[in-house]
């Protein structure tokens, strides 16, 4: 599975959006791109995943460039509550037990 | 029921003890997964059961052993573990191992060994 590079820390002020880069420079035309988040002392959490094209669902927005070698994930309007480590995993769907996490993203919302 | 279930939340034992840790899910999903977490650490895989088979042992030592009874339940029996050891377990299932869909966790059993 490809790698992905996430910074390791970000800051945003609550009720503004979150944006997230993920880069997956090696990825292949059959994986996706996840992502997950886990705040403390919980388990990690399905946000969003794609292929191609860019996804949106009640929690998030995933758009992914044209050349897939990197993605953005989307919070619209950050709560204190989205505070968590945002991992960004590529996989390829069709293979068996390969979630496999990377170091993530610590998001801070702050007031 | 949409959740992965597991138990105990903490678990404190000693190096000669043997335990079980336990996970349970409703939601018919057919591989479940095991994962250790160390503090500050992204989740690591350990094992995968798919159709209640063994599929995936990333390398585990022995003194892990996971059973899995039937397709809602999935168990990981500890025996004579080390301090090292000591971390969240988690537990997570997705409808099937080769799924393009997202995995459901459970919120871990925090392990400490004495």
């Known amino acids: 599975d490809a790698k992905t590079t996430q910074p390791p820390s970000m800051d945003c002020a609550e009720g503004r959006a979150a944006n997230l880069p993920c880069n997956h420079s090696?990825?292949?035309?059959?994986?996706?791109v996840y992502w997950y988040r886990q705040i403390h002392s919980q388990g990690p959490q399905y946000i969003i995943h794609?292929?191609?094209n860019n996804e949106t669902n009640e929690m998030a927005s995933l758009i992914i460039t044209e050349d897939r070698k990197s993605s953005t994930l989307i919070l619209p309007h950050a709560t204190l509550r989205d505070t968590a480590v945002y991992y960004c995993?590529?996989?390829?769907?069709?293979?068996?037990?390969?979630?496999?996490f990377g170091k993530g993203t610590k998001l801070s919302v702050k007031p | 029921d949409t959740e992965v279930t597991q138990t105990p939340k903490h678990l404190v034992m000693g190096m000669t003890n043997k335990k079980s840790l336990k996970c349970e899910q409703h939601?018919?999903?057919?591989?479940m997964y095991w994962y250790k977490q160390k503090a500050k650490k992204p989740p690591e895989l350990m094992f995968v059961?798919?159709?209640?088979?063994?599929?995936i042992n990333e390398s585990v030592p022995s003194r892990f052993s996971p059973e899995c009874p039937n397709s809602s339940l999935l168990n990981l029996h500890l025996h004579a573990l080390q301090p090292e050891d000591s971390a969240l377990y988690l537990c997570?299932?997705?409808?099937?191992?080769?799924?393009?869909?997202?995995?459901?966790f459970g919120s871990g059993t925090r392990l400490t060994v004495v």
């Open positions: 997570a299932s997705s409808q099937e191992a080769g799924t393009e869909y997202g995995y459901t």
């Open positions: 059961y798919s159709y209640e088979k063994l599929s």
């Open positions: 995993i590529v996989r390829v769907a069709i293979s068996q037990g390969n979630l496999i």
């Open positions: 794609g292929l191609k």
């Open positions: 090696t990825i292949s035309g059959n994986e996706y």
């Open positions: 939601m018919g999903h057919r591989a």
